[in-house]
């Protein structure tokens, strides 16, 4: 496991039971490098969606507690915030919930000379992931040929 996976990890398993005292959802965690800063940042959703005071709320206890426990080594800055309407798809439940729903989908390589794919999730498990396009035609990808997951959304 890599260091960015162990913070990850260790994270999640402090957020968990803080985000459902709240009735919030953990919906990830990633830690990662940009322009020079570290981050650490937890999206969280709830029905209805997450306001500034609930993120205000998650980071204040997990800022606390991350200082409690201080595994991370590296300078970071702590971000908690709602995933937005772009919203990956990475776990189960994730998919779960969007099935029926119009996704995006991109792929590492060209597909029948395109990258970007949108359509209704209409099946996935551990290896695959099915969408139906605008045509009624079906296309099944591979999860490792898959760059992004994540809901469409029209303006």
């Not at 200082?67 to 908690?80: G, M, N, R, T």
């Not at 995006?104 to 794919?117: D, L």
Request: net charge negative; glycine share 6%.
């Amino acid at each position: 496991m890599t260091k960015k996976e162990i913070y990850e990890q260790k994270t999640e398993e402090i957020l968990n039971p803080m985000v459902e005292k709240h009735g919030f959802e953990l919906v990830d965690v990633e830690y990662v490098k940009e322009g020079g800063n570290w981050y650490l940042r937890a999206y969280i959703d709830k029905p209805g969606g997450i306001t500034v005071d609930d993120c205000e709320v998650i980071s204040r206890e997990l800022s606390d507690k991350l200082d409690e426990k201080d595994f991370v080594e590296e300078a970071y800055i702590l971000e908690v915030s709602s995933p937005g309407l772009g919203r990956p798809l990475k776990k189960e439940k994730d998919f779960a919930r969007s099935l029926g729903e119009e996704v995006e989908v991109r792929t590492y390589r060209a597909v029948n000379r395109q990258k970007e794919f949108t359509g209704i999730l209409k099946a996935y498990d551990k290896d695959s992931i099915t969408i139906e396009l605008e045509n009624e035609e079906k296309m099944t990808f591979a999860r490792t040929d898959i760059a992004l997951v994540r809901l469409a959304f029209d303006f």
